[in-house]
Nanobody, 119 residues
C-alpha cells in the first residue's frame, strides 16, 4: 500500500519561504513522476510542480522562478521549496505520485498540508 505523508505547511508572511516534504512508503523510483498539486477554496486542484524518475521537472507558470521541486531517492522524499510566497499561493498542497505500470500503477495522493500566506 502506498502512503504519501506531507509536512512543512503553515502560516507565513508574504515574501517568506516554506519547504514542503512528502515522504513515500515505497521507493519513489517506482513512479514515473512525483509532484505537488494545490487547491485553493472554490478552485480546482492544479499542478504546481512535478519531477520525473529521470529528473525532468515541470512547473506551473505562476510558480516558475519561485518554487523548486527536488527528490531524495534514498529517503524516498520529495521536496517543494517555496520562496517569495504571496497570498495567491494560499491553498492546501497535496503530494502526488503517478505510476503507469506494474504493481504501483495508478495515482496516489497525500492527505494535504495547508499553506497560508498573509499579506
Amino acid at each position: 500500500q502506498v502512503q504519501l505523508v506531507e509536512s512543512g505547511g503553515g502560516l507565513v508572511q508574504a515574501g517568506g519561504s516554506l519547504r514542503l516534504s512528502c515522504a513515500a512508503s515505497v521507493s519513489i523510483f517506482r513512479f514515473n513522476s512525483v509532484g505537488w498539486y494545490r487547491q485553493a477554496p472554490g478552485k480546482q486542484r492544479e499542478l504546481v510542480a512535478a519531477i520525473t524518475s529521470s529528473g525532468f521537472t515541470n512547473y506551473a507558470h505562476s510558480v516558475k522562478g519561485r518554487f523548486t521541486i527536488s527528490r531524495d531517492n534514498v529517503q524516498n522524499t520529495v521536496f517543494l521549496q517555496m520562496n517569495s510566497l504571496n497570498p495567491e499561493d494560499t491553498a492546501v498542497y497535496y503530494c502526488n505520485a503517478e505510476g503507469v505500470s506494474g504493481l504501483y500503477r495508478g495515482t496516489y495522493w497525500g492527505q494535504g498540508t495547508q499553506v497560508t500566506v498573509s499579506s
